[in-house]
T-cell receptor
Framework: DAGVIQSPRHEVTEMGQEVTLRCKPISGHNSLFWYRQTMMRGLELLIYFNNNVPIDDSGMPEDRFSAKMPNASFSTLKIQPSEPRDSAVYFCASSSNQWSSGNTIYFGEGSWLTVV | GENVEQHPSTLSVQEGDSAVIKCTYS??????FPWYKQELGKRPQLIID?????GEKKDQRIAVTLNKTAKHFSLHITETQPEDSAVYFCAANSGYSTLTFGKGTMLLVSP
């Protein structure tokens, strides 16, 4: 399995622009997570989908952030408009709900976002 | 929700020494406790995990212990090597599938 695949790996954009981050979870996994990592706040859960349905979006910072999962193999995280404080590494992760594989969450390589 | 505290934030050891990282959690319903290692510029990767039905688990040089009564768990690395240098995160499950992470411990192993 190729693992969780994210794109783009790196993005530099100007303040006010729209940013779209993409994620393909591991095939067969039915939970998908978007995390944001910064030095100050560590790994923060932004949103969690189960079977393509958003279950918990309490971590989404504000209305500028939105996430979708139109099917089991694709999710997007969108920031519009972007601000410099959104600069961070955004990780997509997936897991299986099967007890035998536990709640093990597998991370993608991350999307490094810089907003100038 | 779950709250995970991790200590220390940084840890420096000499090669060959042992390293111990400690975490506490708040939700008594949590029953799955993984540890992730993140090298510079890379993704967090699972190195070991423990479930609430066991008190200790070992895998070569790393071990994890769990005290459910006190709600704390620890990572132990023996005979540390320079390649163990990384940021280590503990986590506890929140609800059915999500994980809440500690703030991380930067481990530096000096040759």
């Amino acid at each position: 399995d190729a693992g969780v695949i994210q794109s783009p790996r790196h993005e530099v954009t100007e303040m006010g622009q729209e940013v779209t981050l993409r994620c393909k979870p591991i095939s067969g996994h039915n939970s998908l997570f978007w995390y944001r990592q910064t030095m100050m706040r560590g790994l923060e859960l932004l949103i969690y989908f189960n079977n393509n349905v958003p279950i918990d979006d309490s971590g989404m910072p504000e209305d500028r952030f939105s996430a979708k999962m139109p099917n089991a193999s694709f999710s997007t995280l969108k920031i519009q408009p972007s601000e410099p404080r959104d600069s961070a590494v955004y990780f997509c992760a997936s897991s299986s709900n099967q007890w035998s594989s536990g709640n093990t969450i597998y991370f993608g390589e991350g999307s490094w976002l810089t907003v100038v | 929700g779950e709250n995970v505290e991790q200590h220390p934030s940084t840890l420096s050891v000499q090669e060959g020494d042992s390293a111990v990282i400690k975490c506490t959690y708040s939700d008594s319903a949590s029953n799955y406790f993984p540890w992730y290692k993140q090298e510079l510029g890379k993704r967090p990767q699972l190195i070991i995990d423990i479930r609430s039905n066991v008190g200790e688990k070992k895998d070569q040089r790393i071990a994890v212990t769990l005290n459910k009564t006190a709600k704390h768990f620890s990572l132990h690395i023996t005979e540390t090597q320079p390649e163990d240098s990384a940021v280590y995160f503990c986590a506890a499950n929140s609800g059915y599938s999500t994980l809440t992470f500690g703030k991380g411990t930067m481990l530096l192993v000096s040759p």
